[in-house]
T-cell receptor, first 113, second 115 residues
């Protein structure tokens, strides 16, 4: 059974710091890996999607890497800002009859001014 | 920009009552998902539709939960009777076709509180 784990559960950093969020998964048979952002009481916004054949994706200050063989992904946020404060969720897409996302429990990020 | 719509946004109910949630996916999206997210945890898939057909409902508590997507467009998730442990955020998501290279688009969710 696929399990996704995110470390740390919570992180507080001063503004301007570079930071790394970690995600690990137990079964390398994935179709892709996605990182989502969730603001308090809101839905999920997709940040980056990495296909299983890719190693990384970049969008602005965000960079996500994927090492499928070791079951790990990292989300790197450069020059963090207070507006980055949110919960970040990692999810892997596995095969069922239509594609199923398995989520980690999230990392709650707080960026202090 | 097209969005996934959900209603109501908030629902408070008493134990043993019936509740229903509605989702309208992005127009033309064939795949629709219902997730449950307990506070402090990641979303967990409850049911997945491809058009009007159920693809995966293995995690749906079928003794009390039901879901339908009669015309392959909007969908309703029902709980009867509600229990205290059902308090959570219920998220709907949609996708143009099969999983693949596309990301799922999520609605704002319905926050359910069972008293």
């Amino acid at each position: 059974k696929q399990e996704v784990t995110q470390i740390p559960a919570a992180l507080s950093v001063p503004e301007g710091e570079n930071l790394v969020l970690n995600c690990s998964f137990t079964d390398s048979a994935i179709y892709n890996l996605q990182w989502f952002r969730q603001d308090p009481g809101k839905g999920l916004t997709s940040l980056l999607l990495i296909q299983s054949s890719q190693r990384e994706q970049t969008s602005g200050r965000l960079n996500a890497s994927l090492d499928k063989s070791s079951g790990r992904s990292t989300l790197y946020i450069a020059a963090s800002q207070p507006g980055d404060s949110a919960t970040y969720l990692c999810a892997v897409l596995i095969y069922n009859q239509g594609g199923k996302l398995i989520f980690g429990q999230g990392t709650e990020l707080s960026v202090k001014p | 920009e097209a969005e996934v719509a959900q209603s109501p946004r908030y629902k408070i109910t008493e134990k043993s009552q019936a509740v229903a949630f509605w989702c309208d996916p992005i127009s033309g999206h064939a795949t629709l998902y219902w997730y449950r997210q307990i506070l402090g945890q990641g979303p967990e898939l409850l049911v997945q539709f491809q058009d009007e057909s159920v693809v995966d409902d293995s995690q749906l508590p079928k003794d009390r939960f039901s879901a339908e997507r009669l015309k392959g467009v909007d969908s309703t998730l029902k709980i009867q009777p509600a229990e205290l442990g059902d308090s959570a955020m219920y998220l709907c998501a949609s996708l143009p076709g099969w999983g693949g290279a596309d990301t799922q688009y999520f609605g704002p969710g319905t926050r359910l509180t069972v008293l």
